[in-house]
């Protein structure tokens, strides 16, 4: 019964460090690409106005949402034949979510401890969980971020008073860098 628990274990161990391995930041590339879930995507309203999001997985930092975000701007602007854009609305959105999971490395006095054990007597029913029911358990919080904003493009130089105001070529030459891409299968 031991050698089934520790196999059990580590299989479990096996299973999450592989999947862990896998997991990447969401690539700069469009929404849905691939079956992904995230990336950019954007909508025009007018001739020279578009809402333009880009969204991230489980690992993919707010710097980098916000980097895509901006960097999906730019080259819209540079695409449509104009010179700068400037954020008239700009905001990031953050999912936080919580996900337990029963430690591995739990032990009681009977050695690796793995599941609910049914022992414990509490207020008229059998408890699954020991006294120590907070320590058996791992908690992992899960952000997701989500970047949108309206922009608004320009031709010419970028106004020197608007603080929201982006020349669009030195964001793609300053960005382009530094986002993740796609990697090539």
């Given at each position: 019964?031991?050698?089934?628990?520790?196999?059990a274990?580590?299989?479990a161990?096996?299973?999450?460090?592989?999947?862990?391995?896998?997991?990447?930041?969401?690539?700069?590339?469009?929404?849905?690409?691939?079956?992904?879930?995230?990336?950019?995507?954007?909508?025009?309203?007018?001739?020279?106005?578009?809402?333009?999001s880009?969204?991230?997985n489980?690992?993919?930092?707010?710097?980098?949402?916000?980097?895509?975000?901006?960097?999906?701007?730019?080259?819209?602007?540079?695409?449509n034949?104009?010179?700068?854009?400037?954020?008239?609305?700009?905001?990031?959105?953050?999912d936080t979510?919580?996900?337990?999971?029963?430690?591995?490395?739990?032990?009681?006095?009977?050695?690796?401890?793995?599941?609910?054990?049914?022992?414990?007597?509490?207020?008229?029913?059998?408890?699954?969980?020991?006294?120590?029911?907070?320590?058996?358990?791992?908690?992992?919080?899960?952000d997701?971020?989500?970047?949108?904003?309206e922009?608004?493009?320009?031709?010419?130089?970028k106004?020197?008073?608007?603080?929201?105001?982006?020349?669009?070529?030195?964001?793609?030459?300053?960005?382009?860098p530094?986002?993740?891409?796609?990697?090539?299968?």
């Open positions: 019964m031991r050698n089934l628990r520790k196999t274990v580590l299989a161990l096996s299973g999450a460090l592989a999947l862990g391995a896998c997991a990447t930041a969401t690539p700069y590339q469009p929404a849905g690409f691939n079956g992904q879930r995230g990336g950019y995507a954007e909508q025009r309203l007018e001739a020279n106005r578009f809402n333009v880009f969204s991230g489980s690992v993919t930092s707010r710097d980098q949402v916000e980097m895509s975000l901006l960097l999906r701007a730019a080259e819209l602007t540079a695409e034949g104009y010179d700068w854009f400037s954020t008239v609305t700009r905001a990031t959105d953050r979510r919580f996900y337990s999971t029963p430690d591995p490395f739990y032990y009681d006095r009977y050695g690796p401890y793995w599941g609910p054990s049914w022992r414990f007597y509490r207020r008229g029913y059998w408890s699954p969980w020991g006294p120590t029911w907070g320590n058996d358990f791992d908690v992992r919080q899960v997701r971020y989500e970047a949108t904003a922009i608004v493009m320009g031709r010419g130089p106004p020197s008073g608007d603080v929201n105001a982006f020349d669009a070529r030195e964001v793609i030459n300053n960005l382009g530094r986002v993740t891409r796609p990697v090539a299968k």
